[in-house]
C-alpha cells in the first residue's frame, strides 16, 4: 500500500484540488503495484538459479569432461607396458642326417627404469591440472552468468524508474487538460507536459530496448529459448567484501594457481623419466623347443633367454627439454599471476567496498528526499504556490535519482563479481 502525506498548506480547502491529488496518488499506487506484481511473477528467476542453470548445460561439462579424458588416455598410453610377443621358429636340414628344429617363446621387455611409470604418473597430474582448469571455466561461466543476470536487473529497474516518471507525467498531465477544458490552466502548460512525455517515453523506449538485449544474451546462456526471461533480486550488494587477508587466502587456492602447480608436478615426472636413459630395457624370454631327429627320434626341451638393451646415447635428450621448458613455462606464469593477483587485490576491494557504501548512500539520502519534492511541487502547482517548470523539475529530479540510484548499485555489483572472479570465490 502506497500512502501519500501531502504538507498542510491549505490546499485541500479546494474540493477539486483534493480530487485531483487523490487521482494522482492512486495512480501512482496502482502503476508501483503493477510493477512490483510484474517483478515477483512467479517464473522469475533469482541469481542462484541462473548460476545453476548456467553450469548445468551439456555443453559445458562435455568441455571439460572432455579435456580430463584427453589427458588421462594421454596418461594411461605413456604408463603402458609393451605387449609380450609370441613367436614360433621352425629349423630343418634334410639328408639322411636331416633334423627339424620347432621353437615356441614368449618374450616381455620390462622398463628397469620404470619410466612408464612416471609418465603415466605425470599423465595423471596433467589429467588433473585439466580438471582444474575445468573450475576455472565453471567460475568464468557462473560470473558470466551474473553479470548478465545483473545487467538484467539493472535494466528491469531503469525501465520501472522511468514508467515511474511516465505515470506521473500522466496523472499531471491529465490534470491540466481537464483543467485547460474548464479554463484554470494554461494551453502552454498541457503542451509542456506533452513535450515532457514524449522525452520520458523516447528514454523508455530506449531501455527497453537495452532490456531486451541484455535478456536475449541470458537467455543465450542459459540455452533457453521461448519468452525472454525476467529476473528478480537485490542489484545493491548485501554486505562489503571481505577483509584483504580472507581474500589473500583465497586467492591463493585459485583453481588456476592449483592447476600451473599440477603442471608443474607433471614436468619434473618426466624430467626424471628422462633422465633415467641409461638405465637398460630388459628383455625375458622363455619357450619350448623340440628337436626332431628322424630315424633316432625325437627329444624335447625349453629355451631361457634375457638381453638388454646397451644405453650409449641419450635418447631421451629431447623429451627432458621439452619437460625442463614446460615446467619453466609453467613456473612463470604462476609467478606473473600470483604477482598480479597481489598487486591487483587490494584495489579491487577497496573499489568493492567504496561503491557499495556510495550507492547505498546514494539511495538512503535521496529516497525520502525525491518522495517529498514530487509531493511538495505536485501540491504546491494544484494549489497555484509552484509553476509547472518545478513541478516537471521535481518529477525529472525523482527519475534522475532513481535512475543514479541503479547506476551506482549496478557498479557497485559489477566489482563485487569482479573481486569474487578474482578471488577463485564460486
Known sequence: MVILRLP????????????????????CALAARVEAQELSRADALTEGEVVARAL?????????????????????????????????????????????E?????????????RRGLHGEAGEARAHAARSNGEVARL??????????????????????LAGWIVRIDAALSIVTRREQRGDAATYDRRRLERERAVANGRLETERAALERAQARLSALLGAGGPLPVVTGALLPEADAAALPTLRASSNSRPDLRALDLRIDAAARDRTAASRWWVPDVRLEGGWKGIDLGREGRTDGFLLGASLSVPLWDQSSG?????????????????LLESELDAELGGARAESVRL??????FREQTTAASGDLVRIASA????????????????????????????????????????????GVP
Not at 498542510?8 to 495512480?27: C, H
Not at 588416455?73 to 609380450?84: I, Q, V
Not at 557499495?356 to 548512500?361: I, V
Not at 516537471?392 to 555489483?413: E, K, V
Open 8 to 27: 498542510r498548506i491549505g490546499l485541500f480547502k479546494k474540493p477539486i484540488l483534493g480530487r485531483s491529488l487523490m487521482a494522482l496518488a492512486l495512480v
Open 56 to 100: 548445468r548445460r551439456t555443453p559445458l561439462s562435455d568441455a571439460i569432461e572432455g579435456e580430463v579424458a584427453i589427458e588421462e588416455g594421454r596418461g594411461r598410453a605413456a604408463s603402458a607396458y609393451p605387449n609380450p610377443e609370441l613367436s614360433y621358429t621352425r629349423e630343418q636340414t634334410f639328408g639322411n642326417f636331416g633334423t627339424t
Open 356 to 361: 557499495r557504501r556510495a550507492a547505498a548512500e
Open 319 to 335: 623429451l627432458a627439454r621439452v619437460a625442463e621448458g614446460e615446467a619453466q613455462a609453467a613456473r612463470g606464469r604462476r609467478a
Open 140 to 161: 568464468s561461466v557462473a560470473a558470466d552468468a551474473r553479470l548478465r543476470f545483473y545487467e538484467a536487473l539493472f535494466r528491469q529497474d531503469r525501465v520501472a524508474a
Open 102 to 114: 620347432s621353437y615356441v617363446s614368449l618374450s616381455q621387455t620390462i622398463d628397469l627404469g620404470n
Open 380 to 423: 504546491g502547482y494544484e494549489g497555484g504556490e509552484l509553476g509547472l517548470l518545478e513541478l516537471l523539475d521535481a518529477y525529472r529530479g525523482s527519475a534522475d535519482d532513481a535512475l543514479t540510484a541503479h547506476d551506482m548499485a549496478h557498479a557497485a555489483r559489477r566489482a563485487q563479481i569482479e573481486l569474487n572472479r578474482m578471488t
